[in-house]
C-alpha cells in the first residue's frame, strides 16, 4: 500500500546530541510536511518542501533544520536537541494538485530527550 | 490569517449513541476546504472527512457526518452508533483552495471518550 513511512517510531537522545528522523513515502507526492506535536495538543507546522523548494516557518526555532534529498525521502534534523524538544513528530504529504488538499500523515516519532 | 476553534477540549459519549463535535473557523476566503482529522492513542492521524466550500452538500462517510453552515463558519461533526473505536483526539482544519504550498490551519482538538 502506499503510505508514509517514518523511521524510527521511537527516539531517545541525549540533551544537546544531535539527532536526526526520516521520513519516506510512497505516494509520490511533491509536498511534504514536519510538524511538531506535544501532548494532547495540535501538530505544529516547522517546515515543508514543495519539490525542492524549502519553506521555513517564522517561529522555527534555528535548532530545526531540514534535508529533501529526493522526492521519496525527507529528514528533519535537531542539532542540538533540548529538553522542550521531546515531542511526536508528524510527516505528511499531500499531491502538488490543489484538489481537495488533503494531507496524509506518517505514524510519527517520538522523541525521548534525557 | 484563518484561525480554527474547538472550545470543548472533551466529550463522552455511551457506545451506540450519537455525538457532535464543534468547530467554528474564520476566513477571508469564498473557497476553502475543511477537515476533520482523528488521531487514535499513539496511533496514526487519519482522515475522517472532507468539505468542500463551494459545496452546499454536507459530506457524509458512512457513520460520520458534517453539519457545515458556512455564513455561521461552522464545520461540525457528528458520529452516529459511536463505536469504542471512535475514541481518538479529534482535530478541525482548514486549508486554502489555492496556493501551492497549502498549509493546514488546526484547531486545538477533542479528546473523545467512548463508554461502553
Known amino acids: 500500500d502506499a503510505m508514509v513511512i517514518q523511521n524510527p517510531r521511537y527516539q531517545v537522545t541525549q540533551f544537546g546530541k544531535p539527532v536526526t528522523l526520516s521520513c519516506s513515502q510512497t505516494?509520490?507526492?511533491?509536498?511534504m510536511y514536519w510538524y511538531q506535536q506535544k501532548s494532547s495538543q495540535a501538530p505544529k507546522l516547522l517546515f515543508h518542501y514543495y519539490d525542492k523548494d524549502f519553506n521555513n516557518e517564522a517561529d522555527t526555532p534555528d535548532n530545526f533544520q531540514s534535508r529533501r534529498p529526493n522526492t521519496s525521502f525527507c529528514f528533519l534534523d535537531i542539532r542540538s536537541p533540548g529538553l522542550g524538544d521531546a515531542a511526536m513528530y508528524l510527516c505528511?504529504?499531500?499531491?502538488?494538485?490543489?484538489?481537495?488538499?488533503?494531507?496524509?500523515f506518517g505514524p510519527g516519532t517520538r522523541l525521548t530527550v534525557l | 490569517a484563518q484561525t480554527v476553534t474547538q472550545s470543548q477540549p472533551e466529550m463522552s459519549v455511551q457506545e451506540a449513541e450519537t455525538v457532535t463535535l464543534s468547530c467554528t473557523y474564520d476566513t477571508s476566503e469564498s473557497d476553502y476546504y475543511l477537515f476533520w482529522y482523528k488521531q487514535p492513542p499513539s496511533r496514526q492521524m487519519i482522515l475522517v472527512i472532507r468539505?468542500?466550500?463551494?459545496?452546499?452538500q454536507n459530506a457524509t462517510e458512512n457513520r460520520f457526518s458534517v453539519n457545515f453552515q458556512k455564513a455561521a463558519k461552522s464545520f461540525s461533526l457528528k458520529i452516529s452508533d459511536s463505536q469504542l473505536g471512535d475514541a481518538a483526539m479529534y482535530f478541525c482544519a482548514y486549508t486554502s483552495l489555492t496556493g501551492a504550498n497549502s498549509k493546514l490551519t488546526f484547531g486545538k482538538g477533542i479528546t473523545l471518550s467512548v463508554r461502553p
Open positions: 505516494l509520490n507526492h511533491n509536498v
Open positions: 505528511a504529504t499531500r499531491g502538488g494538485r490543489a484538489y481537495y488538499n488533503e494531507q496524509f
Open positions: 468539505q468542500e466550500a463551494y459545496k452546499q
